[in-house]
Every structure is written in C-alpha cells, then in structure tokens.
C-alpha cells in the first residue's frame, strides 16, 4: 500500500556524498598546508620540487578518473565507492613513512640530519629528490582511489535524484570540497605542530576507513533500500514516467532499454566533448587555487604557522562554501520558476557563475593594499568554480543513460586532471624562473614573482568563460544520448 508521507532518505545519501567529498578534500590539502613550512626545510623542496608534485598528482588523478570511471560502472556504486575510498585512504596514510624511508636511503641517522644537510649541496639535492619520488608513489596511490569520489557521487546522484533536483544535490556534496578546504587550515596545522606532520596524514587518512562503514549499511539502489517508500521512489522516477507517457518524444527512454555505452564509442558524441572541454578548461582553476593559495599567502609573509596565515586560508574558503551552497538553486529556479528546460536553465546558470572568476584579474593588483584582498576575490572566483561545477556535473545525467554517467564523468575529471597538471606544473616552473630572473621578468607592472602571479591569475579570469562558449557551440540546445 503506499504512503501518503513521502520518504527523504535521498537527502541521508547525498549527506554521505557530502562526508566523503569533504574527506576527499581533506586528504588532498595535508600536502598543501604543510610543505612549505613543515616539509620543504627537512626534505630541501623548491617551487618546482612542490610543483612537479602537485602536478603529477593532478596526472595520475587524471587518468585515475578514466579508469575509476569505468570501473565504478562495472563494479556498482556500492562496491565501486568502498574500493576508492579504501584505496585513496591507504595511499593518504602511507605519505607519513617518506620522513623515514628518505632517511634510511640515504644513510641519514635521524630526521634532524636530514634538516642538518647544507642547503644546495649535492646532498641535499639527492634528499629532495628522494623524497620527491617517495611522495609521487603515495600521491599516484592516493589519485588511483581519490579519481572514484566523483564518478560514483555523480552516479549515485542520478540514481537518487529526479533531474530538476540533481543540480542542487551536486551542490550540496560538491560543497564538501570547500568544507574540507575550508577545516583543512584549521586543523592540520594543529596536528602538525602538535604531532608532526607525519600524524596529520595519518590522523585525517583514517577518517576514510570510518566511512566505509556507514556506507556498507545506508547505501542501496533506491528500488532495494528498506529506506525509501513508495512515495519517494516515485519522486525519484518521475523523469522516467514522463518520458514513458510522452509518445511524440521518442528520444527519451527508460533506464531499463538503455545499454552502456562502450568506452571508446563514448567519444563520438559532442556531448561528451562538451563536458570533456568544459571541465579540462575550468578544473586546473581551482586545483591551482587548491594548491598554491597557502604558499602564495606565505609569501606575502603569513605562513601557515601563524593565526593570520590560517586565517587567510579559512576566510577564503568559508566565501567558497557559503557562496557555493546557492549554486544549485539558480537551475532550480529557471525549471520551476521561469519554466526552462533542465540544460538550458544549467547553461543559463553556468554563464552567470563564468563572470565571478573574472574578479581574479584584481587579485595581485589589491594584495599590495591589504592580503585580505585576495583571500576574499580568491574565495569569490572560488565560489564561482564550485557553482559552475555543481552545474557541469549534472549536464551528465541530462544528457547520458545512467548505465554510463560514471564513465562520463571519469572522461571529464581526466581532461581536467591533466589541465591541472599543466597548471600546477607549469606555475612551479615559472615562479622559479620569475624569482631567477628578478627585475628582468616582468608582466602588467608587475616584477618577479609577483608578475608569475599575475600571469596565472589572468589565465584563472578568462577560462570559464572561454569553456562556456565552447560548450554552447557543441551542444546549443538539449539533446539525449541514445542507445539501443
């Protein structure tokens, strides 16, 4: 018999999406916080040291993404989640044994030799480059679990959520990304200064392994979930009996006639392409911003280890995170509201969420008047990323059957995974260049370092916009893959 009171377990799910994202997070900023005061000195790191390892990292997410993908396709959700989550927690965990196993390699009797060794010497280039190869193995095994949170996340949502809802609940678990940004500065700097760095990788990796837990028992397909009643599967389902019930629109067909699409034919549609651009356009933003924001708020003199420097990085992203909240809202607006249809209300919202990372150009022009300035633009541009994110995630679920969203979804964090590494890679490499020639270097008034800055900021401003018009030129209006 149905119920007459509708079921919210959907909500109890994408809670989990969010713990996981957060989780995610917070295990990609340890590094982050903590290299440029804790570990540089012991291991001798410079920009570039950091940048080949952000960069590879962002590599070996990339790929990571396509094959997780695909497996989480294969595999379930359910099963596919538990592997990734379980894999990227191992690999956050294993980076407190570099310390030991760099000091044993290179026949060093404790960490403060390590710290002892003249700085530019051989020695120290052979400890910076041990401890660099170290720290790529636990990134690649971190990146090989860490590429299945969104893959299975996106998927779950399209399982969970009616597409009129699915930009909404993605902004919600999305939002755990600058939640875990967001607690990162608060407390990883504690642990370290209290524990060690060591403790911190090791404290904030464990948190995976609590997860899986509550997963095992909250998660099951709607349709097996003692959780949910009728009444809501029937709210979940509801595209699927408007599409049975509309006879003239033989596009739109139900999860059950739909194939999965196999993987190489997946690139012959421009809906893929347009997510795949999109993303690889739009992710090394905020990966830069991710990584850099703590070293670049160290240069202008507030390190991780003071009260100022932890909170630059907290105001920045609490701007992130209240402002992101809304970023599913405006497409529910349009559809219910202005009575849009799903695509055309995410394009509409995606344009007005490009124009927010435009306020970067003012980033290093304003960090001479006050730091605070470009904590609070950086935050702003922020936000917007987390907006447009929210929204070209869920154009998956409008556009592919759920058989593949997944795979989709991998395809697209991959391109933008190896914009990351271009970024990440590229801006260690020129800010290295930018303090080596000095006064020389130079761009929009700016010198050194600073004028490296500028360039990058620049490059942040421009690119949701650009990715924009090339998606609406791939793809104008709606239009469903199909598969028979």
Not at 251 to 263: A, Y
Not at 319 to 347: C, D, N, Q, W
Not at 476 to 482: A, F, W
Request: hydrophobic share 50%; proline share 4%; charged share 15%.
């Amino acid at each position: 018999m149905k119920q007459d009171k509708m079921t919210n377990w959907r909500w109890s799910i994408c809670a989990l999406l969010f713990i996981a994202t957060t989780i995610n997070y917070l295990d990609r900023q340890v590094l982050s916080l903590t290299w440029k005061d804790y570990i540089a000195p012991e291991f001798h790191w410079t920009d570039s040291d950091y940048g080949t390892i952000a960069g590879f990292f962002s590599l070996f997410y990339a790929f990571a993404c396509l094959l997780a993908g695909r497996f989480v396709d294969w595999m379930g959700t359910k099963k596919g989640f538990l592997w990734a989550i379980g894999i990227w927690s191992l690999g956050a965990c294993m980076h407190a044994g570099c310390g030991w196993l760099t000091m044993n390699i290179e026949g060093l009797e404790s960490i403060e030799a390590l710290r002892a060794v003249e700085a530019g010497s051989a020695a120290a280039v052979g400890i910076a480059t041990v401890s660099v190869w170290l720290f790529l193995v636990c990134r690649a095994i971190l990146a090989l679990g860490e590429g299945g949170n969104f893959p299975a996340s996106i998927k779950t949502t399209a399982e969970y959520f009616p597409k009129k809802d699915r930009a909404l609940a993605t902004s919600f678990f999305n939002a755990g990304s600058s939640v875990g940004a967001l607690a990162a500065p608060l407390i990883i700097p504690i642990l370290a200064d209290k524990f060690g760095w060591e403790m911190a990788f090791i404290i904030i990796g464990a948190m995976g392994f609590v997860w899986m837990f509550f997963w095992l028992y909250m998660y099951d397909k709607p349709q097996n979930s003692k959780f949910v009643n009728e009444a809501e599967l029937e709210y979940i389902r509801q595209d699927d009996v408007a599409g049975e019930n509309r006879q003239d629109t033989p596009s739109v067909q139900t999860e059950q006639t739909e194939q999965t699409i196999p993987f190489w034919h997946c690139f012959r549609y421009k809906q893929t392409w347009s997510f795949l651009l999109g993303k690889f356009l739009t992710d090394g933003v905020w990966w830069f911003y991710l990584f850099w924001a703590p070293a670049y708020f160290s240069e202008c003199g507030y390190t991780m280890q003071t009260t100022m420097g932890k909170m630059l990085v907290f105001v920045l992203y609490l701007i992130v995170t209240v402002i992101s909240f809304f970023g599913g809202y405006l497409p529910k607006y349009f559809v219910e509201k202005r009575g849009m249809e799903p695509y055309a209300g995410r394009m509409r919202a995606m344009l007005i969420f490009a124009f927010f990372p435009l306020l970067a150009l003012f980033a290093q022009p304003l960090q001479g008047v006050s730091v605070w300035f470009p904590a609070i633009i950086i935050g702003l541009a922020g936000a917007g990323h987390q907006s447009w994110s929210a929204n070209i995630f869920s154009t998956v679920g409008d556009m592919f059957p759920k058989s593949t969203i997944a795979t989709i979804t991998g395809i697209g964090n991959m391109a933008g995974g190896i914009a990351s590494f271009l970024i990440n890679k590229g801006a260690g490499m020129l800010f290295v260049y930018a303090v080596a020639q000095g006064e020389a270097f130079s761009f929009l008034g700016f010198e050194g370092k600073p004028a490296g800055y500028m360039i990058i900021f620049c490059i942040c401003a421009v690119a949701y916009l650009v990715a924009w018009c090339v998606m609406k030129s791939l793809v104008p209006k709606y239009e469903r893959v199909i598969t028979k």
